[in-house]
């Protein structure tokens, strides 16, 4: 795959005009992890952000009601039409008889109409490839996109590189967060390297056949985050790693082989710059989504106070470790779809989205998920590999993707993947 010349990611680039305050917001999937932090960033903040609409799947009817009405939004989205009447309830118990209600947006393009109003700033926190029509929804409408899901940019690949302006995306991802800032450090030629951290997850230091028997319960223990389903179990098996190196390909238009994964365990050093002259840039502290959120929907401004500091007044050791590809194949396996391009990244991501349900269900063992993948990989990750794309080619991939992994995994005829993927419409299962 050969990545855009000009990032889409650019801290030496503003996209959008100098900040206004309150800048207009538009948070989807603002009942999830990042939704509810990037609402905390918000409230805490009422001079420098409005947000202006929300959207979410359906599964928590009462927090986005009582979000729409601490933040007075004048839209609210939901992707399953059957919880609409539950939402307005909840709405209409808040902000009582005579106030209007919120705009209600319901159905499986919701988040994508919400995405495509007018507004400063898009956070996409929806999680899976679901998310890939919004991110085209917001890029397509000129909104700056504070992008905390990257599958839809690994799906989408060079179809959403293309429809982004340079500048356009500020990365909300933590290591992407990181190396956005590190790279202010220098220009693009004087950049060798970079090197995104992992925490190695709740398993880390295992060899493959001690990870046979581990349970779901265990893998949603991460030891540094607290985060959705999906991306905790992504973190387990190294899979997050390996979409996040996809992720910096694209978004900063370095070669994979001068992106590097270090173990980093305490989490603390969101991921490094590395340039010509041997300098190495960190960008460093504890493990807080709200900063790199606050960052990504203020840009350029950093918004004071938005997470903690580190605390240099006690002894604290952050140690970093090569990454163990045979226990974690799924970071070598990244680099090779990402390598493919084409849709091969929308298979490898679709079949884990798969697998991971699967796994979650006890359908799968923890080892399955990384093997299946690979699998479908090597049947059809080679199909439109490096071919110009379009969003068909993905959803279709994706689809054949998705059924061969339920096919390998005995869960054909089962709800599926927590989020329905690019293809689908609202959370199952
Ligand atoms: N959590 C974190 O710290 C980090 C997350 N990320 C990325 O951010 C994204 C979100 O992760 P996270 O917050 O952990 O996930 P969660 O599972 O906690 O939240 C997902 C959110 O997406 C909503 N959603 C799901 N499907 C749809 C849909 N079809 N339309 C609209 N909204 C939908 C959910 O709504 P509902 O509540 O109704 O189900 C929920 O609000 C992922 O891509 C993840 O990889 C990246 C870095 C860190
Ligand atoms: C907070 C964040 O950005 C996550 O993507 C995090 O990086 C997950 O931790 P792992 O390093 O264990 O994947
Ligand atoms: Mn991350």
């Not at 118990?93 to 898009?122: K, S």
């Not at 500020?170 to 992407?176: A, M």
């Amino acid at each position: 795959m050969t990545a855009s010349a000009a990032p889409v990611a650019d801290p030496h680039l503003r996209f959008a005009p100098p900040a206004e305050h309150p800048r207009d917001i538009v948070i989807l999937g603002s009942t999830g992890s990042i939704g509810t932090q990037a609402v905390d960033v918000v409230l805490r903040n009422p001079d420098r952000f409005r947000v202006t609409a929300l959207s979410a799947a359906g599964g928590r009817v009462g927090l986005l009601a009582e979000q729409a009405h601490l933040l007075r939004v004048t839209t609210v989205g939901v992707a399953d039409p059957t919880r609409v009447a539950e939402l307005r309830a909840a709405l209409r118990e808040r902000y009582g008889a005579a106030e209007p209600l919120p705009e209600i947006l319901a159905g499986p393009d919701a988040a994508t109409q919400v995405a495509g109003l007018p507004c400063h700033t898009v956070l996409n926190g929806i999680t899976g490839s679901i998310g890939l029509a919004p991110t085209i929804a917001a890029l397509s409408a000129g909104s700056v996109l504070a992008l905390a899901n990257k599958e839809s940019l690994i799906v989408g690949g060079p179809l959403v590189t293309a429809l982004a302006a340079p500048g356009q995306i500020v990365p909300v991802d933590s290591e992407h967060s990181a190396l956005f800032q590190a790279l202010l450090g220098g220009v693009r030629r004087e950049v060798s390297r970079l090197v995104v951290t992992a925490s190695g997850g709740p398993f880390r230091g295992r060899t493959r056949a001690q990870l046979a028997e581990v349970t779901p319960e265990e893998a949603l223990a991460h030891p540094t985050w607290s985060m959705g389903p999906v991306i905790t179990i992504n973190s387990a098996t190294l899979v997050n790693k390996g979409l996040e190196v996809i992720e910096a390909h694209l978004l900063y238009a370095i070669p994979f082989e001068r992106i590097e994964v270090v173990v980093h365990p305490q989490s603390y050093v969101h991921s490094m710059v590395e340039f010509t002259d041997g300098s190495t840039l960190a960008q460093a502290g504890p493990p807080d989504m709200r900063g790199p959120i606050a960052l990504g929907i203020g840009w350029p401004e950093r918004v004071p106070g938005a997470a903690p500091s580190c605390d240099w007044t006690r002894a604290h050791t952050w140690e970093f470790f090569p990454l163990d590809t045979d226990a974690f194949p799924a970071v070598p396996l990244a680099c090779h779809v990402g390598s493919l391009g084409g849709v091969a990244p929308a298979v490898y991501n679709a079949a884990n989205e798969e697998c991971v349900a699967a796994f979650l269900t006890g359908g799968l063992p923890f080892t399955g998920i990384v093997d299946t993948v690979a699998r479908v990989v090597s049947e059809q990750g080679d199909d439109a590999a490096g071919t110009s794309l379009t969003v068909a080619d993905v959803l279709e991939a994706e689809t054949r993707a998705r059924h061969r992994a339920r096919e390998l995994t005995g869960t054909a005829g089962t709800a599926g993947a927590v989020s329905g993927g690019a293809s689908g419409a609202v959370r199952k299962g």
